[in-house]
Nanobody, 118 residues
């Protein structure tokens, strides 16, 4: 599986926006489904958004539907998560992963911290 590097996190006020990036190294991930997950302090890691290999199909957890958009640029081997109307409950470390049947495979990168201040 590809190794991934997440970036783009930071501190933002509630209602603000951030765009996260996930770049794969080691091999192309074109054609492979990818997803974003997040883990808030003291909580289990949870699914956030998924995108099919061609980028035509996407899925979101209900809590981010309409606020977050997942996309990909296979030429750049990169998956994005555009986050808008951020809320304090979106604060977490965000991870991306290749997925098979919706399940993350290949281990985790270092993640990128998103902190939303109210």
């Amino acid at each position: 599986q590809a190794q991934v590097v997440e970036s783009g996190g930071g501190v933002v006020q509630a209602g603000g926006s951030l765009r996260l990036s996930c770049t794969a190294t080691g091999r192309t991930f074109s054609g492979y489904a990818m997803a974003w997950f997040r883990q808030a302090a003291g909580k289990e890691r949870e699914f956030v958004a998924w995108i099919g290999g061609s980028g035509e199909a996407t899925k979101y957890v209900d809590s981010v539907e309409g606020r977050f958009t997942i996309s990909r640029d296979n030429a750049k081997n990169t998956v994005y998560l555009q986050m808008s109307s951020l809320k304090s409950e979106d604060s977490a470390v965000y991870y991306c992963s290749e997925t098979i049947a919706g399940n993350p495979v290949g281990g985790w990168g270092q993640g990128t911290q998103v902190t939303v201040s109210s």
